[in-house]
């Protein structure tokens, strides 16, 4: 065997070793990404029964956290939130006018990787994510790594915690919840964007705390990925003084569903494919409703893909219905993001008519000012009960 030869072998034994260890590290968006196209179970799932495999995907967690720590340290101490009083708030809750910032608490929990950050063909694999690590907050991804000059948001206070209602469904009133109750985020990384901004301005007014569950590329179709309902079961079980429940989801529903009984999967807005699903809305809502937890469900707002538009805006007749027959908030984020009923749009106007991109290049997820849009929303809705 010649030199050129071994050369071409090492090289080849290299890349075969290199490829099977981050298949072995990659694992868990390996499998998410299988099971979101294909519709079936991945092949990689069926070694996960061996702890020497179930080991690259914690070693990948680690890995990940302590990457991310130094990053996240600094992007923290830039965070702040502005407090308004009730005149003011409303004056200013559809603007992006900067505010003087209030230094927030410091030990906030950002744990997103920057290692989907860098280039922008990294933004699919982003979407496969869905290690630990990222459960509470992915504020910047699909977006190059550039924190905020200051993150803002206006919390209402107790007496004017409702809007004036000019119908019952595009403004529905608003929770109570008192000092001593928690906040429970729930969804996919659509929360885990909007979740830390509405946590942080609860907790630097009142010292409400949260727990946010978020986790991307999750939804209410696969379970045997991750089950929501079971999550919220306990959950609520755990924390009984939480006083209310926010739950953003949706993108990642729209297609065939396993069926729960086995067989063939259900198609997607089927009788049965239905059934299952508002089965799986009322369930959680059933569960709040058990622990006197309220509850705010977020709609999605329009996406720019034709066919994963034409799905949400399916699910959130779904969501409304559910959520309002059960006496829920459903809060809808289209008009509230674009300032129009329908219609994709990357980009909002400002009252000073200033063009601001309030969605990223994916067309799916939002910048930090369409986050802080929807954060605002979500504040106006919860009245905080003084002792």
């Keep these: 065997m010649n030199k050129t030869t071994k050369s071409i072998l090492k090289v080849i034994y290299t890349l075969v070793v290199t490829g099977i260890l981050l298949i072995w590290l ?17 092949p990689l799932a069926k070694l996960s029964e061996y702890k020497p495999w179930q080991l690259g995907s914690e070693i990948h967690q680690k890995l990940l956290t302590k990457i991310d720590e130094p990053r996240w340290q600094a992007l923290n101490n830039q965070l702040s939130v ?12 559809s603007t992006d006018k900067e505010e003087k910032p209030v230094t927030v608490q410091k030990n906030l929990s950002l744990s997103h990787s920057p290692l989907w950050h860098y280039k922008t063909i990294w933004t699919r694999w982003n979407r496969l994510s869905v290690l630990e690590p990222f459960e509470k907050i992915s504020q910047y991804n699909r977006t190059a790594i550039k924190p905020p000059k200051r993150l803002s948001v206006q919390l209402p206070i107790a007496d004017v915690g409702q809007e004036k209602n000019k119908t019952a469904t595009s403004a529905p009133p608003s929770v109570t919840i008192n000092k001593k109750q928690m906040v429970f985020y729930a969804g996919d990384s659509m929360m885990q964007g909007v979740a830390p901004h509405v946590k942080s301005a609860l907790y630097k007014k009142y010292g409400i705390k949260g727990i946010d569950l978020s986790k991307q590329s999750t939804g209410l179709t696969y379970s045997s990925f991750f089950d929501w309902v079971k999550t919220v079961k306990q959950t609520l079980k755990k924390h009984k003084n939480i006083g209310l429940m926010v739950m953003f989801l949706g993108p990642n529903d729209p297609w065939n569903m396993p069926n729960p009984k086995g067989g063939k999967y259900l198609k997607f807005q089927s009788a049965d494919w239905e059934r299952v699903y508002r089965n799986k809305i009322r369930q959680i809502i059933d569960l709040a409703d058990k622990h006197k937890v309220q509850v705010i469900w977020l709609g999605v707002p329009d996406m720019r893909k034709e066919k994963l538009n034409k799905g949400v805006r399916y699910l959130n007749t779904l969501y409304r219905s559910e959520v309002e027959k059960a006496g829920g908030i459903y809060l809808p984020t289209q008009v509230l993001l674009t300032g129009k009923k329908s219609g994709y749009s990357k980009y909002a106007m400002t009252k000073t008519h200033k063009k601001v991109a309030v969605r990223t290049n994916d067309g799916i997820h939002f910048t930090v000012t ?18």
């Design 26 to 42: 990659m694992q868990d968006s390996i499998n998410a990404y299988w099971t979101q196209t294909y519709h079936q179970q991945s």
């Design 82 to 93: 502005t407090v308004t009083s009730p005149e003011q708030n409303n004056a200013n809750l």
């Design 370 to 387: 369409g986050q802080k849009k929807i954060a605002r929303k979500i504040l106006t809705k919860i009245t905080i009960k003084e002792d």
